[in-house]
């Protein structure tokens, strides 16, 4: 039987308990046990298809196709491996299986209510994890405590101590304790009142983590401890930090996972970090460093960071790979539409994926610019479908090209939907072609690669790319293309997949550290 490390928010959202999960999964895993991860979310989506990047940032893509927020990419990068679309459950989803099993009648005509209903099927989901070669499942609540949304999931996992028996859960509630600038004082009660909220539900927190910007005092730990009812040694400090990968060492320091495995009656041992901890004094280098390369990430979501957050960390991955400082800089498509002169200076440009006509101009003008220059550019997506927009256009002559997306009336639908229409999602395999440079970089002819696209490079007009300079270099097993690069290029490669999706922090995907291996011109 797996046993379960439940991870709750108090105080304010934001606080970093995606993060805080992640850290104990991946600790836990160094230590040689195995490790499975799951999201509750409250909102009614169904899942994160049609959530604006806007508010929850990007949308990522698990193996099995299933759809989350960016949280389910930072588990798969800390624990390196793959997650299923059972990972990523949201109350819509939970609603929509309790309404389904009652219009099926199989409620045997009781009254379907929260308790024990919804909780119920709260609690068949979370045991969907329990499998025998699972040793802990570490569950995020997400939200806050005190949200009413958020109170089918507090009183499922509470029901859980007792389904389970005592040493087979962990409660660890994650608040914020803010800093009076003035006094520099600590202030706790947000804290005792957060935990106060989740004890009023039937929740004993057995670990707090203390999220603040500055490091806690003796005082205010015990102060915590004492209001709190948590052993000292299980009030655990997370302070603010520039370098994302610091955070689970710096749990560990203070036992972090010693502490949750004792109250699992699991031993502890010295986790293996070495990895991690090379990789942690690379980006500490690479901050500090005063000649960074820089990169243009174009799109339309630049106003939101986390909108390409698994790209970013991909093409970051890959310079510390390479002992390379990235500055990676998010460059507006309508600013490139309007000036493509906002690229200059930039050792190379990413164009990012998406959906929409929105910005699509813009992403055209980057590829002509990274073509015509010669700038080391990958295209993803629909970057890669304005990629091949651009070049039937200029280079083949054929003016009125587009995507059938956005001109259905177009005499060159160089993009066209995909057989048959759908919103192709999850791994599929990719048939690179041989002598390609796509082939050096991968060094195999099959490989596996996640999409997520409604709109496919066209067969078509294959011959008269390969005739005016462009090769497709992948194809499905179909005989889609599914990737394409311009040999005369130093690098300019277009991919209607997301290799991001299958970048880890430890070990990133091919193309990224090709990309990069340009740019340093090695």
Known sequence: ????????????????????????????????????????????????????????????????????????????????????????????????????????????????QVVPHITGEIIRTLKMLDKPETDVVVCEIGGVVGDIENHPYLEAIRQCKVALGKGNTVYIHVTYVPIIEMSGEHKTKPTQNSVKELQN?????????????????????????????????????????????????????????????????????????????????RAEKAQAAADKLRIALVGKYTEKATAYQSLTDAIKTAGLLKNAAVDITLVSSAAVNDDPSVLDGYAGIVIAPGFGVRGFDGKIAAAKYARENDVPCLLIGLGAQAGLVEFARDVCGMTDADSQEFNTESPYAVVCSVEPPMLKKGAFPTLITPGTYLSRI?????????????????????????????????????????????????????????????????????????????????
């Open 442 to 522: 991968y060094g195999e002819q099959t490989v596996s690669e996640r999409h997520r696209h409604r709109f496919d490079f066209s067969r078509t007009y294959e011959q008269l790319f390969l005739k005016s300079g462009l090769v497709f270099s992948a194809h499905s097993p179909t005989g889609v293309p599914e990737a394409y690069e311009i040999p005369t290029n130093k690098f300019f490669i277009g991919t209607i997949y997301s290799p991001e999706y299958h970048s880890r922090l430890l070990n990133t995907n091919p193309i990224f550290s090709e990309f990069i291996k340009v740019m340093l011109g090695k």
């Open 201 to 281: 539900i039937g929740i004993q927190p057995d670990m707090i983590v203390c999220r603040s910007d500055y490091a806690l005092d003796e005082s205010s730990k015990k102060k915590i401890s004492q209001f709190c009812n948590v052993d000292t040694k299980a009030i655990i400090e997370s302070v603010t930090t520039d370098n994302l990968y610091q955070v689970p060492l710096k749990l560990h320091e203070q036992n972090f996972e010693g502490v949750a495995l004792g109250k699992l009656k699991m031993d502890a041992s010295e986790p293996k970090l070495d990895a991690w901890r090379d990789m942690c004094v």
């Open 1 to 112: 039987m797996s046993k379960y490390i439940f991870v709750t928010g108090g105080v304010v959202s934001g606080l970093g308990k995606g993060i805080t999960a992640a850290s104990m999964a991946m600790l836990i895993k160094a230590q040689g046990y195995t490790v499975d991860m799951i999201k509750f979310d409250p909102y009614f989506n169904v899942d994160s298809l049609f959530l604006s990047p806007y508010q929850h940032g990007e949308v990522f893509v698990t193996e099995d196709g299933g759809e989350g927020d960016l949280v389910i990419g930072h588990y798969e990068r800390f624990l390196d491996q793959n997650l299923s679309e059972n990972s990523n459950i949201t109350s819509g989803k939970i609603y929509s299986a309790v309404i389904r099993r009652e219009r099926e009648g199989s409620y045997g005509g009781e009254s379907v």
